[in-house]
């Protein structure tokens, strides 16, 4: 099974903050990862999905990189909507997620 | 627009079985792949099953496989996941969700979700 490992767990920051989750998966995954944003008792939202495709209406301040097992996720300019959970999953073999990185107001 | 509505969820004793249903509106229900996907309160996503968009492939978590059924009727639009021999760490909200991509293929990510039925797995 590929096990996917996102850090942080947890990470404070302000209104306009340049941010950075990474996930790393267990082993390669090609560009197969897609990234999701979910707020308490909602369902996940997609927001980039094979690695640095941005999902259609997600605005452009979200964006992806990485190929093989490092990837990350970046909000350029954090905005008060942006609090949330941000899962990364693997496509490669079936999906796993990681284990979620909350985004914590500072 | 895309909407996904899941029901059936409900408080069911361990060993008993309970069937989920999700209802599809505003897309081409027989082109895509169609996925179940749980959350464990206060814990991450797991994914459960998928289903092609003809029925004749379906795929399962190994915490699932043999107890858990994942079916379609594209007549109704509707899917369906039959869990049998449920556990109490069965208990999670259960999402429906629609695979990502292009029609025909079985992909494994999700662009459209439901909102969740919550299974609760308890004596």
């Known amino acids: 099974d590929i096990q996917m490992t996102q850090s942080p767990s947890t990470l404070s920051a302000s209104v306009g903050d340049r941010v950075t989750i990474t996930c790393r998966a267990s082993?390669?995954?090609?560009?197969?990862l897609a990234w999701y944003q979910q707020k308490p008792g909602k369902a996940p939202k997609v927001l980039i999905y094979q690695a640095s495709s941005l999902e259609s209406g997600v605005p452009s301040r979200f964006s992806g990189s990485g190929s093989g097992t490092e990837f990350t996720l970046t909000i350029s300019s954090l905005q008060p909507d942006d609090f949330a959970t941000y899962y990364c999953q693997q496509y490669n073999t079936y999906g796993t997620f990681g284990q979620g990185t909350k985004v914590e107001i500072k | 627009q895309v909407q996904l509505v899941e029901s059936g969820g409900g408080v069911v004793q361990p060993g008993r079985s309970l069937r989920l249903s999700c209802a599809a509106s505003g897309f081409s229900f027989s082109s895509y792949g169609m996925h179940w996907v749980r959350q464990a309160p206060g814990k991450g996503l797991e994914w459960v099953a998928v289903?092609?968009?003809?029925?004749?492939?379906?795929y399962y978590a190994e915490s699932v496989k043999g107890r858990f059924t994942i079916s379609r009727d594209n007549s109704k639009n509707t899917l369906y996941l039959q869990m049998n021999s449920l556990r109490v760490e069965d208990t999670a909200v259960y999402y429906c969700a629609k695979g990502g991509g292009i029609k025909w293929l079985v992909t494994y990510y999700f662009d459209y979700w439901g909102q969740g039925t919550l299974v609760t797995v308890s004596s």
């Open positions: 082993q390669s995954i090609s560009r197969w």
């Open positions: 289903i092609s968009y003809d029925g004749s492939q379906k």
